[in-house]
């Protein structure tokens, strides 16, 4: 789950990390308000949406005065930056940036621990730091049972400072946004970029925060943040529906029973060429409401050309399966091309009842993948 910048920044906040004033708006003329709150002479403009790339957008402007303000987040507030419609702006105030830095704990899955990431690169997307310039990445793998005590966090502090006074501000920000981090079931806590002012103190100039799904039942406070994409709202159907869903940007659309088979028939269609538009385990039942909820679900992608119907008949028969989507497709309206593979129990069978209908039916996997990606195309 993703939380919005200043979402973060509260929960900076609440928990002593060190971040200037700011206001949410909702409108510009509330921007033109928070100007005068905020009461400094430079502001900063910058687009509230859950994605990266925002200043490369237009998303971020600084302001010198009450009128830039109002005119800056007039035009932010009618981006749209990688499909999210901005909505809301926060005006903050500016700061006289001495030098960056990035700071990051997130789950290791290698390590299968926290890890503390620090670069001396700030304000650059980490990505393209560690692409071009890795040595430049420092990472830690944090104990949990020892976590991150006063000589630890010292150690490496100095690792990005060599004046005590930023060591002392650094180890009390890695322990706090530790505890945050871990309090918090977070799987990512950054700031990006950590920055030395021109007072000699360290503020977190950016904020964000990722948490694990699976721990938000025991973290009431974080789920009240959630703000559903479109994505995560088909999904959230998708589970309630009893399917397991992921949406993708291709034009195959699968359905599969069995969450390996929907890897393996992912990795199918990459290999022949083509692109996957989702990832869709309907488990392993042939109830027809099933497959026209799947179907539905599919559907709502308009990138979708083709939809592959890959099904293993182990407990559940291929006769049985044929029968379902025969009958959901009695129910469905689209002109859209079904490829069928059906292999397993009472797969001739299942086979046999599809010829002659809507369905175009494989024996295979690859002779499947092959007519969904040619007819994709």
Known sequence: MKIHEYQAKDLFSSCGIPVKKYVLCY??????????????????????VLTGGRGKAGGVKLAKTKDEALHHAKNILSLTIKDFPVTKVMVSECVDIKSEY???????????AVVLMM???????IEEVAAETPEKIHKFVIDPI???????????AFVLFDNIAHVNQMVSILQKLYKLFIDTDASLAEINPLVVTGEEELVAVDAKMTFDDNALYRQPEVLSLFEPTEDEKIETYAKEKGFSFVHLDGEIGCMVNGAGLAMATMDMIKLY??????????????????????????????????????IFGGITRCDDVASGLLTAFQQLDTDIPVIVRLTGTNEKEGREMLKG??????????????????ASK
């Open 273 to 310: 060429g083509g692109t996957p538009a989702n990832f869709l385990d309907i488990g392993g039942s042939s109830n027809p409401n099933k497959v026209i909820d799947a179907m539905k679900l599919l559907l709502k992608d308009k990138k979708v050309k083709v939809v592959l119907i890959n």
């Open 27 to 48: 409108q510009a003329d509330e921007a033109a308000r928070a100007y005068d709150e905020i009461t400094t002479e430079c502001v900063v403009v910058k687009a509230q």
């Open 357 to 374: 209908t809507r369905f175009r039916v494989a024996e295979t996997m690859g002779e499947a993948t092959r007519m969904a990606v040619e």
């Open 146 to 156: 020892i976590g991150l005590p006063d000589y630890l966090a010292r150690k490496y």
């Open 102 to 112: 990035y700071v990051s704990f997130i789950i290791d899955r290698n390590s299968k």
């Open 119 to 125: 670069s001396a690169e700030g304000g650059m997307e």
